[in-house]
């Protein structure tokens, strides 16, 4: 497709379980994001990834998250023991170099845990 | 505590006036970008500030960069209700390769 696609759109799963969200970003992009975006809130950096290097895992806000990404494709995001607080919109962006250019976000995957 | 400051967080006009946003930091950008975000969407660019002093318009928005790059506002003339939306600065600073943004400032144009 022509944008970041994101899936699922929307997840309600029950505490304690593990989500796996994914991203696809638009084509040819070596710069892939990913933010947390809390109801009525700014963004949150989760973690980068550019090319073949080593991602920045720096805004990971606990262990319970992961996030793998192969070559310059498809990247998943992976939370395990989910907690009520991680209910938010996990919005994915892609770039075709590194931060200061324009980055494309997709349209975000809502969890809901109850 | 916020890298990026937002003011208003919350604003609500009617059509026709206008307003400003503000966007604050202790810290220096390279970069500095306003995105807009609707409802169940992902935020799209508005614009781009790379220097001290910059102004930038776009039709009814007017964007500025502050001299000393902390700091950046949002200047919406005749506000039209598809002005609507979630406003937010994003900066990008040297040795950091992801994007900090702010809180962001919720708007709301009522016809």
């Known amino acids: 497709g022509a944008g970041v696609s994101q899936s699922p759109s929307n997840k309600v799963t029950e505490k304690g379980k593990d989500v796996e969200l994914r991203c696809d970003p638009i084509?040819?992009?070596?710069?892939l994001y990913w933010y947390r975006q809390r109801l009525g809130q700014g963004l949150e950096f989760l973690i980068y990834?550019?090319?073949?290097?080593?991602?920045?895992k720096s805004g990971l806000p606990s262990d319970r998250f992961s996030a793998e990404r192969t070559g310059e494709s498809v990247s998943t995001l992976t939370i395990q023991r989910t907690q009520q607080e991680d209910s938010a919109v996990y919005l994915c962006?892609?770039?075709?170099?590194?931060?200061?250019?324009?980055?494309?976000f997709g349209e975000g995957s809502w969890l809901t845990v109850v | 505590t916020q890298l990026l400051e937002q003011s208003p967080q919350f604003l609500s006009i009617q059509e026709g006036e206008n307003l400003t946003v503000y966007c604050n930091s202790s810290?220096?950008?390279?970069?500095l970008q306003w995105y807009r975000q609707e409802p169940g969407e992902g935020p799209v660019l508005l614009v781009t500030?790379?220097?001290?002093?910059e102004v930038k318009k776009l039709k009814r928005l007017t964007f500025q960069f502050g001299d000393a790059r902390k700091d950046s506002s949002l200047h919406i003339t005749a506000a039209q209700p598809g002005d609507t939306g979630l406003y937010l600065c994003?900066?990008?600073?040297?040795?950091?390769?992801?994007?900090?943004f702010g809180s962001g400032t919720r708007l709301q144009v009522q016809p």
């Open positions: 500030v790379v220097t001290g002093g």
């Open positions: 810290s220096v950008f390279s970069s």
């Open positions: 990834f550019q090319g073949n290097s080593a991602p920045d």
């Open positions: 962006a892609s770039s075709p170099r590194v931060a200061g250019n324009t980055i494309y």
């Open positions: 994003a900066g990008s600073r040297t040795g950091r390769r992801a994007l900090t």
């Open positions: 084509s040819g992009h070596t710069a």
